[in-house]
């Protein structure tokens, strides 16, 4: 991909946006800094479901999940958003925490988190769990990201 093309933009969903896909999200860009040749990629995540109009923050078991994982905070400054028709049409590829949230995007710019990392189903929802759950959500997420890099290099090849 030439410098002049535009970023890829991945675009993670999931029902609340405080636990999967704000998770997905920064880890994704922690893998993207962690190798010399990182893809030319924008990230951002949104949920299925606008639950409530309060300002909300990633969860705080998410936070500190992310932080054992990466060893340091990534969702810091966090604030859950709801996902819209422009977030949705700005998106190359929108990948979403459970199978029937596809249904509701363009079928050829949508997969799910276990697809991008070759696997089928839903990755489970930590929201309600004890802190290891989410630990064992983010370890998850980071083996689908690092098994769908592949994938994604070659999604951005192609545009």
Not at 77 to 96: E, I, K, S
Not at 97 to 117: H, K, N, S, Y
Request: glycine share 8%; proline share 4%.
């Amino acid at each position: 991909m030439s410098s002049d093309t535009p970023p890829m933009h991945i675009l993670f969903i999931c029902r609340g946006n405080i636990c999967r896909s704000p998770m997905a999200m920064v880890l994704l860009r922690h893998r993207m800094n962690a190798t010399a040749d990182g893809l030319h990629v924008v990230t951002s995540s949104a949920g299925y479901f606008d639950f409530t109009p309060f300002r909300r923050e990633a969860h705080p078991f998410a936070r500190r999940a992310i932080e054992e994982v990466c060893g340091t905070d990534l969702l810091a400054g966090h604030v859950a958003r709801c996902w819209r028709l422009d977030t949705v049409r700005d998106a190359d590829l929108v990948v979403v925490a459970e199978a029937w949230m596809r249904d509701d995007f363009p079928r050829q710019r949508v997969i799910t988190m276990r697809e991008l990392g070759g696997e089928v189903g839903d990755v489970k929802d930590p929201y309600g769990g004890d802190y290891e759950r989410y630990v064992a959500c983010a370890c998850e997420l980071d083996r689908l990201i690092k098994a769908g890099m592949s994938r994604l290099y070659g999604l951005c090849d192609t545009r």
